[in-house]
Nanobody, 123 residues
Framework: QVQLVETGGGSVQSGESLTLSCKAS????????LAWFRQAPGKGREGIAT???????TYAPSLKGRFTIFRDNSNNTASLQMNSLKPEDTAMYYC?????????????????WGQGTQVTVSS
């Protein structure tokens, strides 16, 4: 059974940094993509970044430069480094896994999801 567990969320002030971690287990296929999404209250789930087994990355244009995704294939872990955080970054952050062939930043492209970790940014 595939399982994804997110850690690293918390409360920070505007301008600070935070790093999230997603540990995946139960995979037998090393070609899976890992991705990060977020969802703020009253809004839909928004794609942040994706990374393949060979470390190819895709970013939401508005977040590239502030957010960076990394993958460690030795332990099936994907990290999301978030810099210069803003109040509008406040959301529940989710890790996802799957083998998408297109539209990498859409939730429907992924089969497995973690329970999420809360990030709150105050001004």
């Amino acid at each position: 059974q595939v399982q994804l567990v997110e850690t690293g969320g918390g409360s920070v002030q505007s301008g600070e940094s935070l790093t999230l971690s997603c540990k995946a287990s139960g995979f037998t296929d090393r070609n899976y993509y890992l991705a990060w999404f977020r969802q703020a209250p009253g809004k839909g789930r928004e794609g942040i970044a994706t990374i393949g087994a060979s470390s190819w990355t895709t970013y939401a244009p508005s977040l590239k430069g502030r957010f960076t995704i990394f993958r460690d294939n030795s332990n099936n872990t994907a990290s999301l480094q978030m810099n210069s955080l803003k109040p509008e970054d406040t959301a529940m952050y989710y890790c996802a896994a799957g083998r998408p062939t297109s539209w990498l930043l859409l939730p429907g492209s992924y089969n497995y999801w973690g329970q999420g970790t809360q990030v709150t940014v105050s001004s």
